[in-house]
């Protein structure tokens, strides 16, 4: 049947791994109702909010000030006083807890089911799940619960504990509108096969995954290079057991999930020929960013390579428009440091911890999506800025 | 036992955004768009019963479609929506009623209480 619109794929079609959580035809309908709804948010009423800032916002500041918006301050004062995108940002923020809301009452109702299954794969392969109970949560991780998601990455209701990280995995179809695949790996897959073509030469042998949460973004990596050894390391220990259970449910035997720091992981130097951090620098700060650049740079082998998947950086060619509607999750979806982040010379960065300008490498990924479903390939798709599944990659190789 | 109905609607840590000019419009807000969900987690439900009965040879969705009420039909279904749009109307219609009560049965209890407290 055609259809006017791209529809996004029912939640069914998320592959079932046997830690992901039941889910009854109610809760799978919730699912589809909030990722229609976030889909209609951004492709009908998000639109609007550049229609507002033409029609209404520019000219009004005009009027009142004499002069052009000259800031993302003074643009966000002006922005927060118009009617429409008042009512977009109050369906945004409440179709987020929504979300947050439907995914914790499925996984808390089965959170000691959940942990039990987690527990039993995870004793299959005891010594590729490394947890230290002496690594601390980052502090600003403790100030606010990061995407309003109760708990963040790290809370336990009980020890054991898994249910966060299942509500994530269960939920990030929702806000990316099903785009990231059955696995929702469709990044860690985008990014492999960039790899092996652009550096069909390149064959890692060991792969560190920093800030890897529940890995869904890591076992891609393990998958395109079986000989390698793949660490995913991360602070969110409900996210380290259940990532380490599903990887174990998978099938995936090269990857090991270790409760580390990525400031100050203890590894040796030299000893990585591929570090890579997905959509973890916007959750870190300015402070770990430093230690997070020299940290890469001295366990990096020479020839080995450095890569870090983000949305688009704020540079001086974005309008500025674009940068504050980007800027959205940072102030109203709990992503505090996003905007920080997208600000940051990431060239300069990168070259302060010693990497060469000449060896700084750039491209763009989107998201591979293995789900079978009716797509219509001639609707128009209208980007959901800071959510669409189309990322800047970038970084560099040690020389 | 946790208590999984308490947990499921947890606050995140971080003050929470209000877009709209009065907080009590934002508050109702996603009161309504939580029921929208239940109204289209329903109607999921129903299109899954009517397939399945469809599979099963019980009835052709066509028939729905095609459906005509008869006049007793007509009467309780018609009964059935004027209860629900009551229900839900309660409070237009409580607010009315307070604008044609005589004053005297409109009186705030804190005015009653001064009055029993007085006589």
């Known amino acids: 049947m055609a259809t006017p619109v791209n529809l996004p794929p029912v939640h069914n079609k998320l592959a079932k791994h046997a ?27 998000s639109p609007g909010n550049k229609i507002a800032f033409e029609q209404r916002v520019k000219p009004k500041f005009k009027a009142e000030n004499g002069r052009e918006i000259e800031t993302r301050d003074e643009l966000e004062v002006a922005m927060l006083n118009d009617p429409h995108f008042q009512t977009w940002s109050a369906l945004r923020r409440s179709t987020m807890e929504m979300r947050q ?187 770990a960013m ?62 302060s911890a010693g990497f060469e300008e000449k060896n700084l490498l750039q491209f763009g990924a989107k998201a591979e999506n293995d789900m079978e479903y009716p797509r219509n390939p001639n609707a128009q798709e209208v980007e959901d800025h800071g959510r669409s599944p189309i990322w800047n990659v970038f970084g560099a190789w040690k020389k | 036992m946790i208590n999984d109905i308490l947990l499921s609607s947890n606050k995140a840590k971080g003050k929470r955004p209000y877009f709209l000019e009065n907080p009590e419009v934002e508050r109702v807000m996603n009161i309504t768009m939580a029921v929208a969900m239940e109204l289209g987690v329903m109607h999921e439900r129903l299109d899954t019963i009517e397939r399945l009965l469809e599979q099963k040879g019980v009835l052709q969705r066509s028939e729905i479609e095609a459906f005509e009420p008869n006049n007793e039909e007509i009467i309780e279904r018609q009964l059935w929506h004027a209860r629900y749009i009551a229900r839900i109307l309660r409070i237009v219609q409580q607010e009315l009623e307070a604008l044609q009560q005589d004053p005297e049965h409109n009186l705030s209890m804190e005015e009653v209480a001064n009055r029993l407290r007085n006589s």
């Open chain 1, 290 to 351: 430093q230690r997070l650049v020299a940290e890469i740079y001295r366990m990096l082998r020479p020839n080995g390579l450095s890569l870090h998947i983000e949305q688009p950086q704020y540079t001086p060619e974005m309008s500025m428009f674009e940068q504050y509607i980007r800027d959205w999750d940072a102030l109203y979806n709990n992503e505090p440091f996003w905007g920080a982040m997208h600000d940051v010379d990431v060239r300069q960065w990168m070259m």
């Open chain 1, 101 to 287: 809301q439907a995914g914790r009452a499925t996984v808390l109702r089965q959170a000691e089911e959940l942990a039990q299954k987690v527990a039993t794969l995870n004793a299959q392969k005891p010594d590729s799940l490394i947890l230290n109970d002496t690594v601390q949560v980052p502090h600003y991780m403790t100030l606010f619960d990061s995407h309003i998601m109760p708990g963040s990455y790290h809370t336990e209701q009980f020890p054991g504990d898994v249910s966060n990280a299942a509500s994530y995995d269960s939920g990030l179809f929702v806000t990316s509108a099903g785009m990231l695949g059955k696995y929702t790996d469709g990044g860690g897959k985008a990014l492999t096969t960039w790899l092996k073509a652009t550096y069909p030469n390149f064959n890692p042998k060991r792969i560190l995954d920093m800030g890897c949460g529940l890995g869904h973004n890591t076992l891609p990596l393990a998958t395109a290079f079986p000989d390698a050894e793949v660490i995913g390391i991360d602070t969110g220990v409900p996210m380290l057991r259940y990532g380490h259970a599903r990887a174990v449910a998978l099938g995936i035997e090269n990857v090991k999930f270790m409760q580390l720091d990525a400031t100050q992981t203890g590894f040796e130097n030299e000893a990585f020929d591929w570090i890579q951090t997905t959509m973890f620098l916007h959750e870190t700060s300015t402070h």
């Open chain 1, 19 to 45: 830690v992901f959580p039941h889910f009854d035809h109610d809760e799978t309908a919730r699912y589809n109702f909030l990722t229609n709804l976030n889909k209609h948010l951004s492709t009908v009423i």
